[in-house]
């Protein structure tokens, strides 16, 4: 079945680094996305990865992918306040003509001082 | 400036009455989508149009209506048939590609619908 789960909540210290996990089911998913969503916003894209790669880097921002455990993380390098946030994971799966998104519940991440 | 606006950012509805929220894009994308969010859960597909005239229902499309008679355009009505109408409502757009990153959907700043 559709499944996406990533765990509910993380704390961390400024300046130490994230790591947000999350477990996906389809192994055909193409791609595989992270996307932030502060509060009373809407969702803001921050990466995307292709299935073939096993590695993504964008700045502070470094995305893993393991396909055989259907495992994927990100982590953020020097996490700053302004990264306190819900973040959410998406897998594609193309269905019914067209690449639907299954999202995760989303992982809150609050920093402290 | 590229991108995706909602209107209302909130909007009351009261019993028995239908509601309809707005989404724009001018990101010339042909796929348009509407997502409901609940708090503590992920994005739930209403509706998603790939192209003018045509949308197709998502997993939770009971209660809602839309149309697409502009590309640019996706209205969603939130009919007196929803009974748990409150929620959060992101609209997104993307291209059309068969698995490419043309097909990354880009989020509306969403609109809050509450019960009066």
């Known amino acids: 079945g559709e499944d996406v789960e990533q765990s509910l909540f993380l704390s961390v210290r400024e300046g130490d680094s994230s790591v947000i996990n999350c477990t996906y089911t389809?192994?055909?998913?193409?791609?595989l996305y992270w996307y932030k969503q502060e509060p009373g916003a809407g969702l803001q894209l921050l990466t995307y990865?292709?299935?073939?790669?096993d590695m993504k880097q964008d700045q502070r921002l470094t995305v893993l992918l393991n396909k055989k455990d259907k495992h994927l993380s990100l982590r953020i390098a020097d996490t700053q306040t302004g990264d306190s946030a819900i973040y959410f994971c998406?897998?594609?799966?193309?269905?019914?003509?067209?690449?639907?998104?299954?999202f995760g519940a989303g992982t809150r991440l609050a920093v402290h001082p | 400036d590229g991108g995706i606006t909602q209107s209302p950012k909130y909007l009351f509805r009261k019993e028995g009455q239908n509601v309809t929220l707005s989404c724009e894009q001018n990101?010339?994308?042909?796929?348009m989508y509407w997502y409901r969010q609940d708090p503590g859960q992920g994005l739930r597909l209403i509706y998603y149009s790939q192209i003018v005239n045509d949308f197709q229902k998502g997993d939770i499309a009971e209660g809602y209506s839309v149309s697409r008679e502009k590309k640019e355009s996706f209205p969603l009505t939130v009919t007196s048939a929803q009974k748990n109408p409150t929620a959060f409502y992101l609209c997104?757009?993307?291209?059309?590609?068969?698995?490419?990153?043309?097909?990354?959907?880009?989020f509306g700043p969403g609109t809050r619908l509450l019960v009066l």
């Open positions: 990101l010339n994308h042909d796929a």
């Open positions: 990865i292709f299935s073939n790669m």
């Open positions: 389809d192994s055909s998913s193409t791609y």
């Open positions: 997104a757009s993307s291209g059309v590609g068969g698995g490419t990153p043309q097909e990354t959907q880009y």
């Open positions: 998406a897998e594609s799966q193309f269905s019914g003509g067209y690449n639907k998104l299954i």
